[in-house]
């Protein structure tokens, strides 16, 4: 049996947080947040990574990360560069913003042939997240549909108090499936204790919400091509230097095609990422609460 694969998104500038927040240490010997996600996931059965990175980062990734993370599974490296577009399609001129995380994984294209599960760097998603997303893609493969799913938390854990956050805002069918997934991109809790969005209004405590935490079958890959030139011709002319292909609303076309299932996987997990440097003390005293709790090794 060929195990799923892990891949981890790293490729993002980190404008938000003023630095490379990927690599920046918040567990108590140094850790950083990938280390976690590493461990968490290869406790529940993951023994390939796949980073998808800035070249120019492939060095410092190695050495902080890259290296430490052979010890446990085997590790590649995919470079989300400009250059790799669907045949036809070119980059508008000025454009330095990577393209979004719907191009990231297109990326891995001749990479990855087994089911994998798709995952920020900079979120701490807790290990009942991997072990879901692994249970649900040992077993995956599709027939009349693609079948693809989804770990949902809920809104009210995945906020932070020091700004907005962008979710995808999912609606599930009586099945348990993914039937819409809306990108917005400044929820927040207001002084009123309302979450909200100002395109959205009031989002209710306990809505689901993606945290990019997806599990796909190779068919994504292929279907990727097909939507990215599609963005590339039709919405990026809109917005050259800024417009994104956003994951999520990849995955929604295919649902609203009908090519497409995703399995919503739900999890009570609290969120912990680093969106803005003030979540930084937050997510380091959540890790040395769990670490002082045997959830994780000191080191």
């Known amino acids: 049996m060929a195990h799923p694969v892990l891949v981890i998104m790293a490729a993002g500038m980190g404008s938000r947080y003023g630095g490379l927040k990927q690599i920046d240490p918040v567990g108590p010997n140094g850790q950083i947040i990938m280390n976690y996600s590493i461990y968490d996931a290869w406790k529940a059965g993951f023994r390939r990574v796949v980073f998808i990175i800035k070249e120019e980062l492939r060095e410092v990734f190695h050495e902080r990360i890259g290296s430490a993370a052979e010890a446990l599974m085997q590790v590649d490296y995919v470079y989300q560069s400009p250059d790799r577009l669907p045949a036809g399609c070119t980059m508008p001129e000025g454009r330095v913003k990577p393209l979004g995380t719907g191009h990231a994984i297109y990326c891995l294209r001749g990479t990855v042939n087994e089911p994998f599960a798709v995952l920020n760097a900079d979120d701490f998603y807790g290990a009942e997240a991997f072990q879901c997303i692994y249970d649900f893609l040992k077993d995956a493969k599709d027939d009349d549909k693609h079948r693809y799913c989804m770990v949902g938390y809920k809104?009210?854990?995945?906020?932070?108090?020091?700004?907005?956050?962008?979710?995808?805002?999912?609606?599930?069918?009586?099945?348990?499936?993914?039937?819409?997934?809306v990108e917005r991109t400044a929820i927040s809790r207001g002084a009123d204790g309302v979450i909200s969005d100002p395109e959205e209004?009031?989002?209710?405590?306990?809505?689901?919400?993606?945290?990019?935490?997806?599990?796909?079958?190779?068919?994504?890959?292929?279907?990727?091509?097909?939507?990215?030139t599609g963005f590339m011709q039709e919405r990026l002319p809109k917005n050259p230097l800024k417009a994104e292909f956003y994951l999520p609303s990849a995955v929604d076309h295919l649902i609203q095609a009908g090519r497409a299932t995703a399995q919503v996987l739900q999890t009570s997990a609290q969120w912990y990422g680093v969106t803005y440097q003030q979540d930084k003390p937050v997510v380091v005293e959540a890790l040395r609460r769990m670490t002082e709790a045997g959830l994780y090794p000191a080191e």
Do not use: Y
């Open 155 to 181: 809104v009210e854990n995945t906020l932070t108090e020091n700004g907005t956050v962008a979710r995808g805002i999912c609606k599930v069918d009586a099945d348990g499936f993914l039937s819409d997934v």
């Open 201 to 228: 209004g009031e989002i209710p405590e306990g809505t689901l919400v993606s945290m990019n935490m997806w599990g796909f079958t190779p068919s994504f890959l292929d279907e990727l091509e097909a939507d990215l």
